[in-house]
């Protein structure tokens, strides 16, 4: 499975836009980029998904290099709901699964 | 909204009990998942499911079984269950690939097992 590189940890102001990197060097081109959210004690919520061009959706935009090689999960304004743990992962179209990695810990400061 | 329920919030079971996890999805999808979570090590694919009868093993299969006998249920069965089974278990549900749209995972809100 091609594997993704997030920080492990990251701060951002309520209020203000936040961009979360992922790098994903090893892309395939069968392979579609999610992100998942998982706020304190519950499942893992579907965010957005994209091949290889930008995606807006509700809740967030889906920024991806013209490589392929990495993206950018936007959340345009910040509030302290969007405090949780936020996964970017490869899906190939081959393999309905997906592995996850350890995610990026978003925190919100008041 | 797609819903996918997971028959127990917590559950306390003793060491070599056999155990029956639960999950109920209402969206017709055809491919079921149960992960694993634990601290430090995060979400792990235990087995997956692409249709009625059908199983297919995650990562860390071992020690555990699964049953799907309707296209909406997918039991995860611990046949003998042990301490280093403790842990917050998750079902998830998904339309297939192919299918165009949105084909997103939706996830339960977990079971946490304790084995003693």
């Known amino acids: 499975d091609a594997k993704t590189t997030q920080p492990n940890s990251m701060e951002s102001n309520e209020e203000e836009p936040v961009h979360l990197p992922c790098n994903h060097s090893?892309?395939?081109?069968?392979?579609?980029i999610h992100w998942y959210r998982q706020l304190p004690s519950q499942g893992p919520e579907y965010v957005i998904h994209?091949?290889?061009s930008n995606v807006n959706n509700r809740m967030a935009s889906l920024a991806i290099a013209e490589d392929r090689k990495s993206s950018t999960l936007i959340l345009h304004r910040a509030t302290l709901r969007d405090a949780a743990v936020y996964y970017c992962?490869?899906?190939?179209?081959?393999?309905?699964?997906?592995?996850f990695g350890k995610g990026t810990r978003l925190h919100i400061l008041p | 909204d797609v819903k996918v329920t997971q028959s127990s919030r917590y559950l306390v079971k003793r060491t070599g009990e056999k155990v029956f996890l639960e999950c109920v999805q209402d969206?017709?999808?055809?491919?079921m998942f149960w992960y694993r979570q634990d601290p430090g090590l995060g979400l792990r694919l235990i087995y997956f499911?692409?249709?009625?009868?059908?199983?297919e093993k995650g990562d860390i299969p071992e020690g555990y079984s699964v049953s799907r006998e309707k296209k909406e249920r997918f039991s995860l069965i611990l046949e003998s269950a042990s301490t280093n089974q403790t842990s917050m278990y998750l079902c998830?549900?998904?339309?297939?690939?192919?299918?165009?749209?949105?084909?997103?995972?939706?996830f339960g809100s977990g079971t946490r097992l304790t084995v003693v």
């Open positions: 499911s692409y249709d009625v009868k059908m199983k």
């Open positions: 994209g091949l290889t």
């Open positions: 992962i490869l899906r190939d179209v081959r393999d309905d699964k997906i592995i």
């Open positions: 998830a549900s998904s339309p297939p690939t192919w299918r165009r749209g949105d084909y997103g995972y939706t």
């Open positions: 090893t892309i395939s081109g069968t392979d579609y």
């Open positions: 969206m017709d999808h055809e491919n």
